[in-house]
């Protein structure tokens, strides 16, 4: 009997290493509250990422919320269903209005073309997703933004590290928030960042992020704890040691899940983006159950049987979550919809051996026409 394979896998630095790293905390004793880990971490990010500034907080749904904080926002933001529950959620706890644009079939980032008719004068942000690597059509989005004068925060989640025409993501849109969730390609275990592309901004976050307090004696914004700790900042600083090996060993198991599955009928891949330098975050597969002969989730039980966990990012669609029945139409973004119900996330991660996606393919094909009664 084969290992379990779950559809991710954290990667971490030795244990020597990290220990290494945090062992002067011993010392100091200054474990969280911007500390020089925190501090160094920011740095370090901000010439990897090549922008100017990071900020470093708890968690990426922080990012996201506060940043809409941040820039002050009211009213509706335009924004995709085919998301994680995160980028809905910072929008309806913020108070704001979430207007839902439909998706692009061959990317699963949001239709620009569709933006424009969903402008109303409540209109204040376009919130869009970078979706597994993908990018999103930053220059139509900056351009219909500049013409409404509407904000854009990008949910960067799945695109750290990208790279668009030889630039980091982050130097689209107002602001770029990213999640180091230890499930994701880069991790702090628990964290996250927005980077902004204006000075202001970035000092109305850092005091949001420590309760809105702006001195010794004054607290003059409702502001929350945001803050990293030094811990996590040094499984950041560890980690990002590692980067490169971590894209390298992604792309060589995202490549042969591509050799052996681009050519199967009824199964679809997103075609690889021109200019864009990826960061092979997930590995979706768009399955049509009639051509293929057999569904998403007949896929998804054999796949289990065989001890591999594949996962449906993203199913349900957020406008069609329990928590908001009857508020929102899934059937208003039907490619989404059709989406929503066909894609596969197949496991992907440093470790993963291609023997195991050859496996994982295998499992995959010779599922096919199974079950189906003659
Ligand atoms: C992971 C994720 C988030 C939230 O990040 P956390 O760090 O878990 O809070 C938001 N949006 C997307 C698309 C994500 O994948």
């Known amino acids: 009997m084969s290992e379990r394979i779950n559809v991710t896998r954290s990667s971490m ?9 945090i062992r002067d905390l011993w010392d100091s004793r200054w474990l969280t509250n911007m500390g020089e880990k925190h501090e160094r971490l920011q740095r370090a990010l901000a010439q990897y990422l090549e922008v100017e500034t990071v900020q470093l907080l708890t968690n990426g ?35 704001l209005t979430p207007v839902f644009c439909d998706i692009n079939s061959e990317d699963f980032t949001l239709n620009a073309s569709q933006i424009e008719q969903l402008i109303t004068e409540k209109t204040c942000a376009i919130l869009p997703v970078h979706v597994y690597g993908n ?12 013409r409404y004068h509407l904000k854009v925060i990008y949910d960067a989640a799945h695109a750290f590290g990208v790279r668009y025409k030889g630039c980091g993501i982050a130097n689209w849109g107002d602001a770029s928030c990213f999640s180091f969730h230890a499930t994701k390609v880069f991790h702090t ?31 003059d914004e409702i502001g929350t704890n945001g803050k990293m700790s030094e811990f996590c900042a040094a499984m950041g600083l560890c980690n990002l040691k590692h980067i490169k090996d971590e894209f390298e060993k992604r792309k060589i ?46 896929i998804l039980a054999e796949l289990k049987e065989n001890g591999v966990i594949g996962r449906k990012y993203f199913y349900p669609l957020t406008n069609a979550y329990a928590c908001f029945q009857g ?48």
Request: charged share 20%.
């Open 13 to 21: 630095p030795s244990y020597e290493e990290y220990c290494e790293e």
């Open 61 to 95: 749904h922080m990012a996201i919320e506060l940043s809409m904080q941040a820039l002050g926002l009211q009213g509706e933001v335009i924004t995709t269903p085919f998301t994680f529950a995160s980028t809905t959620h910072a929008i309806v706890r913020s108070g």
């Open 135 to 146: 990018i999103c059509q930053v220059e139509k989005i900056e351009q219909i933004a500049n």
């Open 189 to 219: 275990i628990e964290g996250g960042a927005v980077c902004f592309r204006r000075e202001a901004y970035r000092t109305k976050l850092s005091q949001l992020r420590n309760f809105g307090i702006n001195g010794e004696d004054s607290v």
């Open 253 to 298: 198991a995202a490549v042969r899940y591509r050799t052996n599955l681009s050519s199967i009928s009824g199964l679809y891949l997103n075609p690889i983006q021109a200019n864009v330098e990826t960061n092979y975050a997930y590995f979706p597969v768009i399955i049509d159950p009639v051509l293929f002969g057999g569904d998403r989730d007949r």
């Open 327 to 374: 508020k929102y139409c899934p059937e208003q973004t039907p490619v989404a919809l059709e989406t929503s119900r066909k894609v596969l996330t197949l496991p992907l991660y440093a470790d993963l051996s291609l023997t195991d996606v050859d496996r994982i393919c295998e499992i995959i094909l010779s599922s096919r026409n199974k079950g189906v009664k003659q």
